[in-house]
């Protein structure tokens, strides 16, 4: 009853396999930055347990913080991005890598790549523990994927929906009867 992993229809991403791919993204920037020192922008607030698992693994690199939303708590993006808080260093002739946790449709990436381009960065990579290339309507590159992740609803390790199941260790699919109650009927037919 008081267990959030009840909700969840499978694992897709194990804690252990997360754990994997931080170690390998942040071993590949720890290499292709080797003699720089890169700001991680992360993502809030989906992109907090990435990036402090990724950046464990690097070298000399500064952390910072950029809050933009697009799903509002819900299932589906809006369309619509806010700015929510901005970015605190003057990023002119930064080397900037983006953490996410996960690219969907591209809307926060593109708005967050246009903005630090505008500003002045000297140059802007990706790293996301979740390519949902499915999802794609702008176009918007990730350098350095965790996962490929099928077009499902997933939550965990940061991905939430309204705000919970962001602390489970793991990537799981979400039970449709958890967002959708009324097609608690359907449930079996849908997720395959
Ligand atoms: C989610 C996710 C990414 C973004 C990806 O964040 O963490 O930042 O959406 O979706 P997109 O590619 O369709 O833009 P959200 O806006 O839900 O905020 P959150 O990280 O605080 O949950
Ligand atoms: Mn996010
Ligand atoms: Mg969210």
């Given at each position: 009853q008081n267990d959030m992993n009840n909700d969840i229809e499978r694992v897709l991403?194990?804690?252990?396999?997360?754990?994997?791919?931080a170690a390998r993204i942040g071993q590949a920037l720890a290499n292709d930055y080797a003699g720089r020192t890169p700001i991680l922008l992360s993502v809030l607030k989906g992109a907090v347990l990435w990036t402090v698992?990724?950046?464990?693994h690097m070298q000399y690199a500064e952390v910072e913080f950029i809050d933009v939303s697009s799903y509002h708590g819900g299932?589906?993006?809006?369309?619509?991005?806010?700015?929510?808080?901005d970015l605190k260093a003057d990023i002119v002739g930064r080397d900037i890598i983006i953490l996410e946790d996960i690219v969907d449709t591209g809307r926060s990436l593109k708005f967050m790549l246009d903005l630090l381009k505008e500003r002045g960065a000297a140059s802007v990579k990706v790293a996301s523990l979740?390519?949902?290339?499915?999802?794609?309507?702008?176009?918007a590159t990730v350098d350095y994927v965790g996962?490929?992740?099928?077009?499902a609803f997933v939550v965990?390790?940061?991905?939430?929906?309204k705000e919970l199941y962001r602390n489970l260790p793991y990537v799981g699919i979400l039970?449709?009867?958890?967002?959708?109650p009324e097609h608690k009927?359907?449930?079996?037919?849908?997720?395959?």
């Open positions: 991403y194990s804690e252990k396999d997360i754990a994997e791919a698992d990724v950046m464990r299932v589906a993006s809006s369309g619509e991005i806010d700015l929510i808080t979740l390519d949902k290339k499915e999802g794609r309507v702008v176009e996962f490929d992740v099928p077009n965990g390790y940061g991905l939430d929906y039970k449709r009867e958890v967002y959708a009927d359907i449930l079996a037919n849908d997720l395959g």
